[in-house]
């Protein structure tokens, strides 16, 4: 079973519109991260937000925020305000705390592709 | 403003030839990732160090692929001998782990090494 699943290949968005991406993780660890990252078509990979499994509240970071329903064990993305320079790939990760000796590695979701319509 | 180096950003080479890839983690940072990207399969993780100790390498062929930390500044990773398989984009990350998960944030992602062995 896939541990992040990114139901969405492709999304488009109006410039100045919010847009959300899915994003489901799968894992049996109490604690627990997910982040999510862009990558522009020059391919860095540019982190953007993080949200700890025992963190009461969802991240924001400016126009980020992270719609985290623990129960269901989802971890979506809101961009607000879109701009066409969030048009990029969008991967979700998740670092689980494996066997309790620290694990920080992250497991990928396949990724959305985003584009932003003027 | 603190970056994570790698060299070389391209690399064309023919099958069965070898391939030293470098990265230099952020200065103080003491936890290495390599990652692969391909279409297919996405992001993967290869292998991490923490304090330049290999913690994880099971993500790795082991029969043609090493990872190594020769010191604090200087992570690498071999290929040999390459195959036309290897072709990919290869990420090196590192972050800082200060004890508990929630003090352990981001990776920091590299600019990559875009591989193409013919």
């Known amino acids: 079973a896939q541990k992040i699943t990114q139901t969405q290949p492709g999304m488009f968005v109006q410039e100045k519109e919010a847009v959300t991406l899915d994003c489901t993780y799968d894992t049996s660890d109490q604690s627990y991260g997910l982040f999510w990252y862009k990558q522009p078509s020059s391919g860095e990979m540019i982190f953007l937000i993080y949200?700890?499994?025992?963190?009461?509240q969802n991240a924001t970071e400016g126009r980020y925020s992270l719609n985290f329903q623990k129960a269901r064990k989802s971890a979506n993305l809101v961009i607000s305000a879109s701009q066409l320079g969030d048009s990029a790939m969008y991967f979700c990760?998740?670092?689980?705390?494996?066997?309790?000796?620290?694990?920080?590695?992250?497991?990928f979701g396949k990724g959305t592709k985003l584009s932003v319509i003027p | 403003d603190a970056r994570v180096t790698q060299t070389p950003r391209h690399k064309v080479t023919e099958m069965g030839q070898e391939v030293t890839m470098r990265c230099q983690p952020i200065?103080?940072?003491?936890?290495v990732f390599w990652y692969r990207q391909t279409m297919m399969q996405g992001l993967e993780l290869l292998a991490y160090f923490r304090n330049r100790a290999p913690l994880d390498d099971s993500g790795m062929p082991k029969d043609r692929f090493s990872a190594e930390m020769p010191d604090a500044t200087l992570a690498t990773l071999k290929i040999q001998p390459s195959e036309p398989r290897d072709s990919a984009v290869y990420f090196c990350a590192s972050g800082l782990v200060k004890g508990t998960m929630r003090l352990a944030h981001e990776q920091f992602f590299g600019p990559g090494t875009r591989l193409t062995v013919l």
């Open positions: 949200q700890g499994s025992y963190d009461e």
């Open positions: 200065l103080g940072h003491n936890t």
């Open positions: 990760a998740m670092r689980e705390n494996k066997s309790g000796a620290g694990s920080y590695q992250l497991t």
